[in-house]
């Protein structure tokens, strides 16, 4: 199984760093990525509506929630940061390929309905600053695919700065317009104090638990602790849990302090009037001027809502990655994987916009993060079990106080939503014409999930699980290269890409020249600058293949092969054929990933345009 986000695996060093400031700075920058997702504009509905409908008397379940996830996080970058795995690769080497592909469809879900909340958002904030109608910013949306492959292609302390710039804007507006609203501090200290006042208020608060408490984030940030390089002795990995807690602690209170903002906003505002139903973002957006006396107060409010929703949907794009490559070990290219996440979001979102009007985008945003809670309990129980697990953690497992509170908070959460179905379920039958229909689809399908959620409760209290060796290759690949004395040709080029195409293509020339044979291994960087710069790029995706390039040389000599490498930039297709035409090669070796037609649309193809180009026999390898 290959790195997670691999791009930027241990791309950060954290070694060599003279001062504990600058060592500690070093660490920072995971967590503000995952922050952003417990400030995206699903939290702005229900907050809003909590606020309006309930005064400040959900402020406790914001603080709940945040102390929540909190836990939560901490145990996900100790995951990642122990076991070199994310928990999508972590689930997908415990659980059975049938479990595994409805844990990861459940995951999908729950990015679709965050990315659902980030594109309303993004669309709304648009709609208010501009003028421009809510289903074009929906449209426009599309768009900033193109700013996270220039983010992420940039490397992700660039990516960070771009995140952490986004959050500043977005603490800055609050500020002001908290200083415009002048709350009563009375109120929201009683506010801290656990009450429910209705059934409407407990769907809200379920609604508060999945807008903070993300899935999606958990899977995030066990691979985004994963970009710090440092010391893997004990005291190295003890100091790495500890300074990224201290990063989770600062990230996630700012965050906290956003959401409360918005809540506290909306009661000092909306309900301290009697203006109870304003739960609509652009409802909120329009009585903030007349209420608060200032026109800066809505313009900071549409300008922190963009800040929001464009800083939620690059995290959330980089946790479907994540989630695709662990569970199904299988990556495509970012650009297509990207598309694929904002069309899933994009086209619920025109159609019920267009049907039912731009008044239902409150609903559609509140609904969006019960869907996430809902999620929640089939992340957290496998992340729960795989840092409690001694073997898996090689010692750096949980303690048992921290299994107890974790085992709590995931009580909580599944009993919350347990309760939250139950009633749904309830209603639907009572009001509808038909409830066989609903007892023939509905229900079953709730049962499968409780019994899922069980299944992955009990299942390694029965059965641990294979341990995975650690593999120090480059990607983790698990290579075995086979020696052949006999030999048939001299000088054999043979293409890389870092993939498991990778090892029989090695294997497949290894047999075709044995040890006394010169090899050459060849990688192209594919990268737009590569394209535009040549040879003098000087980014950090070719830093990172190269030293890759170098480190399949460095194994391979070791095992008594001769072994040399060239990189070249720009497109494979035309690259690879001036290598080597200039070169003396008797033959090229290429693995293929094995598939034509529209999967070459999705994980690109070079061998149909190379073939015709080159002047000696090419072998093809499939994978």
Not at 9 to 26: D, P, Q, W, Y
Not at 335 to 357: H, M, Q
Not at 441 to 462: D, G, N, R, W
């Amino acid at each position: 199984m290959g790195k997670s986000l691999e791009e930027v695996n241990e791309s950060v060093s954290t070694l060599n760093k003279k001062s504990a400031f600058r060592k500690i700075l070093a660490f920072f920058g995971p967590a503000y990525l995952i922050s952003v997702g417990y400030m995206d504009p699903g939290n702005w509905a229900t907050d809003l509506a909590g606020g309006s409908q309930f005064g400040y008397s959900l402020l406790w379940v914001l603080l709940m929630s945040n102390i929540m996830a909190l836990l939560l996080q901490s145990l996900s970058a100790r995951l990642g940061i122990v076991t070199q795995r994310d928990l999508a690769q972590a689930s997908r080497e415990t659980y059975s390929r049938f479990i595994n592909y409805i844990l990861y469809f459940l995951a999908e879900v729950a990015i679709a309905a965050c990315d659902l909340a980030e594109v309303l958002g993004m669309a709304i904030g648009i709609n208010l600053l501009f003028g421009i109608p809510l289903i074009e910013g929906v449209l426009i949306t599309v768009l900033d695919t193109f700013l996270l492959l220039f983010l992420i292609n940039k490397g992700i302390r660039k990516m960070e700065a771009f995140i952490i710039a986004l959050v500043m804007v977005i603490g800055v507006s609050f500020i002001f317009e908290m200083i415009f609203a002048q709350p009563n501090m009375g109120d929201i200290l009683n506010g801290l104090i656990p009450s429910m006042p209705n059934e409407s208020a407990l769907y809200i608060a379920i609604g508060i638990i999945g807008a903070t408490v993300m899935p999606h984030n958990l899977y995030l940030h066990s691979s985004l602790v994963q970009t710090r390089k440092f010391d893997r002795t004990t005291e190295g990995i003890k100091q790495a849990l500890k300074y990224n807690f201290i990063d989770s602690t600062i990230a996630l209170n700012l965050a906290f302090f956003v959401n409360a903002a918005i809540l506290i906003l909306a009661a000092a505002t909306f309900y301290k009037v009697g203006m109870y139903e304003v739960a609509e973002i652009q409802d909120a957006h329009k009585f903030l001027a007349p209420l608060l006396g200032t026109k800066w107060a809505p313009i900071l409010f549409a300008v922190a809502l963009i800040a929001a929703g464009q800083s939620s949907t690059i995290t959330g794009t980089l946790a479907g990655q994540i989630i695709m490559e662990g569970y199904l070990n299988l990556r495509i290219q970012p650009w297509v994987r990207r598309i694929i996440t904002r069309l899933i979001a994009i086209i619920p979102a025109v159609v019920v916009i267009s049907i039912f009007g731009e008044g239902v985008t409150g609903k559609l945003l509140i609904l969006s993060q019960v869907i996430l809670s809902l999620q929640l309990g089939f992340a957290i129980i496998p992340l729960i079990h795989f840092v409690s697990d001694k073997s898996k953690m090689y010692g750096f497992h949980i303690s048992r106080t921290t299994q107890v509170a974790s085992w709590i908070v995931a009580s909580i959460i599944v009993a919350l939503n347990g309760k939250l179905v139950f009633d749904e379920i309830s209603g639907w039958l009572e009001v509808s014409e038909n409830p066989i229909v609903l007892w023939l689809t509905v229900v079953p399908l709730a049962v499968s999930f409780l019994i899922l959620l069980l299944y992955i409760v009990f299942k390694p209290f029965v059965k641990k699980s294979k341990i995975a060796i650690q593999n120090h290759s480059p990607h983790n690949l698990k290579l075995t290269f086979s020696k052949s004395e006999g030999y048939a040709k001299k000088d054999i080029a043979v293409s890389v890409d870092f993939s498991s195409a990778d090892e029989i293509a090695l294997n497949s020339a290894f047999e075709l020249g044995g040890t006394a044979a010169n090899y050459t291994l060849i990688h192209v960087v594919e990268t737009v600058g590569a394209m535009i710069y040549g040879e003098n790029i000087d980014d950090h995706e070719t830093s990172v293949d190269e030293k890759l390039l170098e480190e399949y040389k460095a194994i391979l000599s070791e095992k008594g092969f001769k072994v040399a490498i060239q990189l070249g930039f720009g497109k494979p297709n035309k690259v690879i054929p001036e290598i080597i035409n200039e070169g003396n090669f008797d033959v090229l070796v290429m693995g293929t990933h094995g598939h034509t037609g529209f999967k070459d649309l999705l994980f690109g193809t070079t061998v149909d345009k190379l073939r015709h180009k080159i002047s000696i026999p090419l072998f093809i390898v499939k994978n």
